[in-house]
C-alpha cells in the first residue's frame, strides 16, 4: 500500500496537533509546513505515526479530511490542529484548477478577512509583550559564547584572504602592469599635452585644530604599533627609504670628497668606507680653523665643488685645470 495518513504529536503534552496525507517519507518531512506548525516543533518538538495505509489516493484523503474534522482546526476555533486547510487537497502531481485555486484560498483562515484582521494592530502577535520577550531570550546571538564564536569566525576569514599574505602582495606587486617600463613609456605618452587634475586648484593651508587631530592620530597608530612588539616597516620598506633617502642626498651634494680610499659624493659613504665620522672626513678634505690658525687639507685628502666637478667630467677632454678652476 503507497498511501496513509499520519500525526504529529507534540512532545511537551503528547496532543497531536497535526493531521496529514502522504506517501514515502513525507511523515517525516519538514519542508512546506506552515508557520503555525514550524513554532511548535521548534518550541516543543514532536512525534510522528502512521496511521493508516490505503490502496488509493482517494481513499487517503477521504480519511484525512474526516479525521480534521473529527478533531478541528485550531485556526477556526473547532480543535487543536493547525491545518490550514480541511484536507484532501495535496493530490500528488496535481495541477489545480482556478476553481481549486480559489476553492482552497476561501477556506484557508488566514486569508479570510477574519484570519487577516487577526494579525492586524495590537492583535498581532509579534506586538505582545510576552512574544517579544520569549523571541528575544531564544535569540542565539545574546549568548556571549555565541558572539564570541561568531567574532572569532570572522577574524579567520579575514586573517585567511589573500590580500593578507606577504607572498600575494609580492605576486601582485610584481604583476602590476605599470612596473612594465613599456607600459609607463604608453601612459605617458597618452598623458602628453593633458593637464593636470588638480591644475588650477587652491589648497588653503591647514588649520591648527585639522594639524593636531592629524598629528595626534599618527601619534597614537606609531605608538599601537611599537607596543605590538612588531617592525615598524618590512625590509624591503626600510631598502626602499634607504635608497629614496640616498638619492635626495646626492640631488642635494654640494661636490665630490676625495679620500686615500676613493671619491665619494656623500660625506656619509666617504665616512663609512674610511672608518672615520663625517666631521673628520670634513676637517681632512676642507681645513679648519682652530685658535686663531688655519690647518690646510690633509694630504690625499680633497674636496671639490660640485659645479667643478661637473666642469671636469663634462670638459676635461679640452679644457685646463686653470680653466676648471675660473669656472
Same mark, same amino acid.
Not at 194 to 215: C, F, H, L, R, Y
Given at each position: 500500500?503507497?498511501?496513509?495518513?499520519?500525526?504529529?504529536?507534540? &512532545?511537551?503534552?503528547?496532543?497531536?496537533?497535526?493531521?496529514?496525507?502522504?506517501?514515502?517519507?513525507?511523515?517525516?518531512?519538514?519542508?512546506?509546513? &506552515?508557520?503555525?506548525?514550524?513554532?511548535?516543533?521548534?518550541?516543543?518538538?514532536?512525534?510522528?505515526?502512521?496511521?493508516?495505509?490505503?490502496?488509493?489516493?482517494?481513499? %487517503?484523503?477521504?480519511?484525512?479530511?474526516?479525521?480534521?474534522?473529527?478533531?478541528?482546526?485550531?485556526?477556526?476555533?473547532?480543535?487543536?490542529?493547525?491545518?490550514?486547510?480541511?484536507?484532501?487537497?495535496?493530490?500528488?502531481?496535481?495541477?489545480? +484548477?482556478?476553481?481549486?485555486?480559489?476553492?482552497?484560498?476561501?477556506?484557508?483562515?488566514?486569508? +479570510?478577512?477574519?484570519?487577516?484582521?487577526?494579525?492586524?494592530?495590537?492583535?498581532?502577535?509579534?506586538?505582545?509583550?510576552?512574544?517579544?520577550?520569549?523571541?528575544?531570550?531564544?535569540? %542565539?546571538?545574546?549568548?556571549?559564547?555565541?558572539?564570541?564564536?561568531?567574532?572569532?569566525?570572522?577574524? #579567520?576569514?579575514?586573517?585567511?584572504?589573500?590580500?593578507?599574505?606577504?607572498?600575494?602582495?609580492?605576486?601582485?606587486?610584481?604583476? =602590476?602592469?605599470?612596473?612594465?617600463?613599456?607600459?609607463?613609456?604608453?601612459?605617458?605618452?597618452?598623458?602628453?599635452?593633458?593637464?593636470?587634475? =588638480?591644475?588650477?586648484?587652491?589648497?588653503?593651508?591647514?588649520?591648527?585644530?585639522?594639524?593636531?587631530?592629524?598629528?595626534?592620530?599618527?601619534?597614537?597608530?606609531? #605608538?599601537?604599533?611599537? %607596543?605590538?612588539? #612588531?617592525?615598524?616597516?618590512?625590509?624591503?620598506?626600510?631598502?626602499?627609504?634607504?635608497?629614496?633617502?640616498?638619492?635626495?642626498?646626492?640631488?642635494?651634494?654640494?661636490?665630490?670628497? +676625495?679620500?686615500?680610499?676613493?671619491?665619494?659624493?656623500?660625506?656619509?659613504?666617504?665616512?663609512?668606507? =674610511?672608518?672615520?665620522?663625517?666631521?673628520?672626513?670634513?676637517?681632512?678634505?676642507?681645513?679648519?680653523?682652530?685658535?686663531?690658525?688655519?690647518?690646510?687639507?690633509?694630504?690625499?685628502?680633497?674636496?671639490?665643488?660640485?659645479?667643478? #666637478?661637473?666642469?671636469?667630467?663634462?670638459?676635461?677632454?679640452?679644457?685646463?685645470?686653470? =680653466?676648471?678652476?675660473?669656472?
Amino acid at each position: 500500500m503507497k498511501f496513509y495518513i499520519y500525526a504529529h504529536y507534540r &512532545n511537551d503534552t503528547g496532543e497531536v496537533f497535526y493531521i496529514g496525507k502522504g506517501e514515502g517519507n513525507r511523515h517525516k518531512s519538514k519542508q512546506g509546513r &506552515n508557520p503555525y506548525w514550524e513554532n511548535i516543533v521548534k518550541a516543543h518538538g514532536y512525534k510522528v505515526e502512521i496511521l493508516e495505509y490505503f490502496e488509493t489516493e482517494d481513499e %487517503a484523503f477521504q480519511a484525512e479530511q474526516s479525521l480534521i474534522l473529527e478533531l478541528g482546526r485550531k485556526d477556526l476555533g473547532k480543535g487543536l490542529l493547525v491545518n490550514m486547510s480541511d484536507g484532501g487537497e495535496g493530490a500528488s502531481g496535481a495541477v489545480r +484548477t482556478p476553481e481549486q485555486r480559489k476553492k482552497y484560498s476561501e477556506t484557508t483562515w488566514m486569508r +479570510t478577512e477574519a484570519g487577516k484582521a487577526s494579525m492586524r494592530g495590537d492583535l498581532n502577535p509579534a506586538k505582545r509583550e510576552d512574544v517579544r520577550a520569549l523571541l528575544s531570550e531564544r535569540n %542565539a546571538h545574546r549568548d556571549p559564547a555565541v558572539r564570541a564564536k561568531g567574532a572569532a569566525t570572522f577574524r #579567520a576569514m579575514g586573517d585567511a584572504h589573500p590580500s593578507k599574505s606577504e607572498k600575494h602582495r609580492t605576486m601582485m606587486r610584481e604583476k =602590476n602592469p605599470v612596473n612594465d617600463p613599456l607600459v609607463r613609456q604608453k601612459i605617458s605618452q597618452a598623458r602628453m599635452g593633458q593637464s593636470s587634475w =588638480n591644475a588650477g586648484v587652491t589648497v588653503g593651508p591647514m588649520s591648527e585644530d585639522q594639524k593636531e587631530k592629524i598629528g595626534t592620530s599618527s601619534k597614537k597608530a606609531w #605608538a599601537k604599533k611599537k %607596543a605590538s612588539g #612588531a617592525n615598524l616597516f618590512s625590509d624591503e620598506g626600510l631598502a626602499r627609504m634607504k635608497e629614496a633617502t640616498r638619492q635626495r642626498s646626492l640631488r642635494l651634494s654640494k661636490g665630490t670628497y +676625495t679620500t686615500p680610499k676613493g671619491s665619494f659624493v656623500l660625506i656619509s659613504e666617504a665616512a663609512e668606507v =674610511n672608518g672615520v665620522t663625517s666631521k673628520t672626513v670634513t676637517k681632512n678634505c676642507l681645513g679648519y680653523v682652530r685658535d686663531g690658525k688655519n690647518y690646510p687639507p690633509k694630504v690625499g685628502w680633497s674636496f671639490t665643488p660640485r659645479n667643478v #666637478a661637473t666642469s671636469q667630467s663634462d670638459n676635461v677632454s679640452h679644457q685646463s685645470p686653470n =680653466n676648471l678652476l675660473d669656472v
